[in-house]
């Protein structure tokens, strides 16, 4: 699999976000048709929130966690502590 973010200028102190994913699923037909069925539907998801999470970060400067919930505070940088994604 591979995966591209980019952050591209769309005007005045304005940006665009894009991520693009390509994969190819195993097991042949069987795997197409999950990714189509299922994978696509649950990474869509997953990067709506990543970049909804980007942008609250971008508009506020907070701390994003868990299911796109800001941390309160902030954690410390460094303190091993990622922001998740789902």
Do not use: D, N, W, Y
């Not at 102190?13 to 649950?42: I, N, R, V, Y």
């Not at 998801?45 to 609250?56: D, I, N, P, T, Y």
């Not at 941390?71 to 998740?84: C, L, N, W, Y």
């Amino acid at each position: 699999a591979t995966a591209e973010f980019r952050v591209v200028p769309s005007g005045e102190g304005e940006c665009e976000a894009l991520l693009t994913m390509h994969f190819t699923p195993k097991f042949g037909p069987l795997g197409a048709l999950m990714g189509a069925l299922m994978m696509k539907s649950m990474l869509r998801k997953m990067f709506s929130q990543v970049l909804g999470g980007l942008e609250h970060h971008a508009r506020t400067g907070e701390r994003i966690g868990k299911g796109g919930v800001p941390i309160a505070g902030g954690a410390a940088v460094g303190s091993g502590e990622r922001p998740a994604t789902a």
